[in-house]
């Protein structure tokens, strides 16, 4: 679990000092030609979903693991899950946890969020949390102002919430981020007039 000052102990170094995270890179290498909205790509986006769980003091080998493929399955659809649930000892929940934070095919966004937050375990919100704070901090280059109006509005009727139940301090991050995009959505309105 995260602790308050964001820090990792010397015993949580401990705990992920042989995590073995270069078949998982590989695996996510193939999201580089996944383009995100604000730029950059998905493979980039996966290390950073990996950093904001380091940031937060996360160390479980399980939830780590998932968030440098948590987009793989979702993204590419042709992509062999069976592939992460072999690649080690944690490849079976790695795969699970992958599963639970992706949408299911047809699957409503609404909808998505809404099973997260009320059937989701516990490092699915943490993920979900950590991803969310990655991809509002890209939303401030993205130009599509009705999109960052949306997913606004999608962070505080859905995130909000998870956050507040899993780590008071990721809700407080998101809080400050949506502000300021609020502020830069507001400019930007502005500047259209």
Same mark, same amino acid.
């Given at each position: 679990?995260?602790?308050?000052?964001?820090?990792?102990?010397?015993?949580?170094?401990?705990?992920?000092?042989?995590?073995?995270?270069?078949?998982?890179?590989?695996?996510?290498?193939?999201?580089?030609?996944?383009?995100?909205?604000?730029?950059?790509?998905?493979?980039?986006? !996966?290390?950073?979903?990996? #950093? $904001?769980?380091? +940031?937060?003091?996360?160390?479980? /080998?399980?939830? &780590?693991?998932? *968030?440098?493929?948590?987009?793989?399955?979702?993204?590419?659809?042709?992509?062999? !899950?069976?592939?992460?649930? #072999? $690649?080690?000892? +944690?490849?079976?929940?790695?795969? /699970?946890?992958? &599963?639970?934070? *992706?949408?299911?095919?047809?699957?409503?966004?609404?909808?998505?969020?809404?099973?997260?937050?009320?059937?989701?375990?516990?490092?699915?919100?943490?993920?979900?949390?950590?991803?969310?704070?990655?991809?509002?901090?890209?939303?401030?280059?993205?130009?599509?102002?009705?999109?960052?109006?949306?997913?606004?509005?999608?962070?505080?009727?859905?995130?909000?919430?998870?956050?507040?139940?899993?780590?008071?301090?990721?809700?407080?991050?998101?809080?400050?981020?949506?502000?300021?995009?609020?502020?830069?959505?507001?400019?930007?309105?502005?500047?259209?007039?």
């Amino acid at each position: 679990m995260a602790k308050n000052n964001h820090h990792m102990s010397r015993e949580d170094m401990l705990k992920i000092k042989n995590l073995s995270l270069a078949p998982y890179l590989q695996l996510s290498i193939s999201l580089i030609d996944k383009p995100r909205q604000a730029g950059s790509n998905m493979f980039r986006h !996966q290390l950073d979903t990996f #950093g $904001i769980l380091l +940031d937060y003091g996360y160390c479980d /080998s399980v939830l &780590l693991k998932a *968030s440098v493929v948590h987009d793989l399955v979702e993204d590419c659809p042709d992509f062999d !899950q069976n592939i992460i649930s #072999g $690649i080690d000892e +944690d490849g079976p929940a790695v795969l /699970s946890l992958v &599963l639970e934070v *992706s949408r299911i095919k047809g699957e409503q966004k609404a909808t998505f969020l809404t099973r997260i937050k009320n059937e989701g375990t516990f490092n699915a919100k943490t993920l979900k949390c950590a991803d969310r704070i990655s991809n509002v901090v890209s939303l401030g280059l993205v130009n599509d102002l009705h999109f960052v109006e949306r997913y606004i509005r999608e962070t505080e009727k859905y995130i909000y919430p998870i956050a507040l139940e899993i780590n008071r301090y990721m809700l407080l991050e998101l809080q400050d981020l949506i502000k300021s995009r609020k502020f830069l959505l507001d400019n930007l309105k502005e500047m259209e007039k």
